[in-house]
Nanobody, 126 residues
């Protein structure tokens, strides 16, 4: 089994930065790809940013140029660096992991991810 635990959420003013972490435990060597998703009140879950086993990334257009995804060298922590935050970035942020192969067009599709964290709240005020 694979466990994911997010941390680092909080409240920040527009233009500020936050760094989210996702601690990975269990059979993490099996993980092929990971991503961050978010869900704002009253809205559907949205894929934000993806990282593949080869380090390739895919970004939602809403965060490109502002958010960055990375892993530490031991590959047991996933990070989301969020800069120039906007009020519309307010949401619960989830990290997710998947196994096997993921087609390019499915990288930000939540249905392709089998493992999820509990989420961390990010609130951006104007």
């Amino acid at each position: 089994q694979i466990q994911l635990v997010e941390s680092g959420g909080g409240s920040v003013q527009a233009g500020g930065s936050l760094r989210l972490s996702c601690a990975i435990s269990g059979y993490n060597y099996r993980i092929a790809y990971m991503a961050w998703f978010r869900q704002a009140p009253g809205k559907e879950r949205e894929g934000v940013i993806y990282i593949g086993p080869d380090g390739s990334t895919t970004y939602s257009t809403s965060v490109k140029g502002r958010f960055t995804i990375s892993k530490n060298s031991d590959k047991n922590t996933l990070f989301l660096q969020m800069n120039n935050l906007r009020p519309e970035d307010t949401a619960i942020y989830y990290c997710a992991a998947g196994l096997g192969f993921l087609p390019l067009g499915r990288r930000l599709s939540g249905e392709e991810f089998a493992f999820w964290g509990q989420g961390t709240q990010v609130t951006v005020s104007s």
